[in-house]
């Protein structure tokens, strides 16, 4: 990220004297900016880049523009990786108003606004309401996108993490079993490798497999009937994870 923020600085640089500082073009470039920023977690330095470009959608597109969803979305989570949930939660709401009114309550934009809510009442501590957002959220998904869709591993995982902090560790192994399945055929498809670039996705892979496996421990040791069972799962997880990139350090903990 370090090496691409002088490049996103000159494109900004490049958009503003060829648009104008108040062109929805300037606000994509900010938007990127403010991005690389953030993956460095140079929240000061992203922070007023997100809310310039918040201000120019806002400005440019009106208050109920997709676009703007997108960089409310983009400044909560900002919010959300700092704790700072009081000033997340009413942007996180507003972008998921305006997705639901702009494309319809079905809208893969929506389960996204609905699971990132959801994160953030989880983050919390606000079980009960996150719970049925984050299902919402998967339903939408698994039928707009497909069963298999990396999002709904996505989802799969944030709904095992909010089983697990509750103990509910059945439902817990459940869900992380399914979101490592989807994540096994994507990896087999491409013969160990996901997509270029995809780096949310092995995030998510890596979360997935470190999950499963602890969860699997947790399991074992409240219920050594199935100790067998899921030591064998472990160990498979574990190979899994060593076929992929992700994969060193997980699987020694199986």
């Known amino acids: 990220y370090r090496e691409a923020i002088p490049y996103a600085q000159e494109a900004l640089t490049l958009a503003e004297e060829e648009y104008g500082p108040e062109n929805p073009a300037v606000a994509l470039v900010l938007n990127d900016l403010a991005h690389l920023y ?3 977690s140079r929240y000061g330095e ?9 201000e120019i959608r806002e400005k440019a597109l009106g208050p ?13 989570s900002l919010y959300d990786d700092q704790g700072r949930y009081a000033e997340a939660e ?9 997705r639901e009114k ?21 983050s919390q501590g606000r079980y009960g309401e996150a719970e049925p957002l984050l299902k919402h959220a998967l339903a939408i998904w698994e039928k707009a996108l497909g069963p298999e869709h990396p999002s709904v591993a996505t989802n799969l995982g944030n709904l095992t993490g909010l089983y697990e902090t509750q103990g509910r560790l059945g439902e817990a192994l459940d869900h992380i079993r399914r979101a490592t399945a989807i994540h096994q055929g994507r990896v087999v498809a491409g013969r160990g490798q996901l997509s270029a670039g995809a780096e ?29 069972t899921l030591t064998g799962e472990s160990f498979e997880v574990a190979q899994l994870a060593r ?3 992700v994969g060193a350090a997980i699987s020694r903990m199986a």
């Open 38 to 40: 953030y993956k460095q």
């Open 46 to 54: 992203a922070e007023p880049l997100f809310k310039r470009s918040l």
């Open 64 to 76: 109920e523009h997709p676009h703007v969803a997108t960089s409310l979305n983009n400044l909560a």
């Open 90 to 98: 009413p942007l996180l709401e507003r972008a998921l108003a305006i």
């Open 102 to 122: 702009a494309l319809g309550p079905e809208h893969p934009e929506v389960a996204q606004s609905l699971n990132n809510l959801g994160g953030l009442y989880r």
């Open 200 to 228: 949310h996705e092995h995030r998510d892979v890596a979360f997935t497999f470190e999950a499963h496996v602890n969860i699997a421990s947790k399991v074992m040791t409240l219920d050594p009937e199935q100790l067998d």
């Open 243 to 245: 076929a992929t990139s």
